[in-house]
């Protein structure tokens, strides 16, 4: 009686986990980013004629990785770290944060995104500095990939300036 008790729990229990593997409720996340700046040579007189100058240049590089949960790509939550290295500020930072995101649909193969992140901030090579990170990014995303605009700040001051922002331009990879 004992063994057809272990056999059953067997079965019941090699019979849920198939199941789980069906359902899939994690999701990783790869972003690359440039973050972008506004030109302060802009106005400046230039030795070619007709050459106009762009409004905006990149500052910087960076790099996320992510891990978390999801309710079928619609509602992801979950832990999210990288680098981001600011040339202007010679800044290399490292965020860890709680990334909130809603994805509806706006059409068979696209989605909006809006992610909200909330975290602490560290500057790396200079002591102690950290701060309070907050993240907002908007973005298309079709086919497991995202093109977004990212806006962040890191809550700690550097170089005179209050606290130190990014906008970025990247492109994300989502695996469900």
């Known amino acids: 009686m004992k063994y057809y008790l272990v056999i059953i729990f067997w079965f019941l229990l090699a019979n849920s986990g198939i199941q789980a593997q069906e ?9 690359a980013n440039v973050s972008i700046t506004g030109n302060p ?12 100058k762009a409004f905006f240049v990149p500052n910087g590089i960076g790099s996320k990785l ?22 202007d500020d010679k800044l290399v930072a490292v965020p860890v944060y709680l ?18 992140g909330y975290g602490k901030g560290f500057a790396l090579g200079r002591g102690n500095l950290s701060g309070e990170y907050k993240k907002i990014r908007l973005g298309i995303t079709g086919d497991d990939q995202t ?27 989502i695996s469900f």
Do not use: C
């Open 23 to 31: 359902r899939k409720f994690t999701y990783i996340q790869f972003d």
């Open 41 to 52: 040579y802009r106005d400046e007189p230039d030795n070619y004629e007709g050459e106009s």
């Open 66 to 87: 992510g891990y978390g949960l999801h309710y079928k790509q619609w509602l992801t939550l979950g832990i999210h770290s990288g680098l981001d290295w600011k040339w």
């Open 99 to 116: 990334n909130f995101g809603l994805s509806p649909k706006i059409s068979e193969s696209g989605r909006i995104t809006l992610q909200l």
């Open 147 to 173: 093109i977004f605009v990212d806006v962040s700040d890191y809550g700690f001051a550097l170089h005179h300036q209050k606290s130190i922002s990014n906008i970025s331009l990247g492109i994300s990879l």
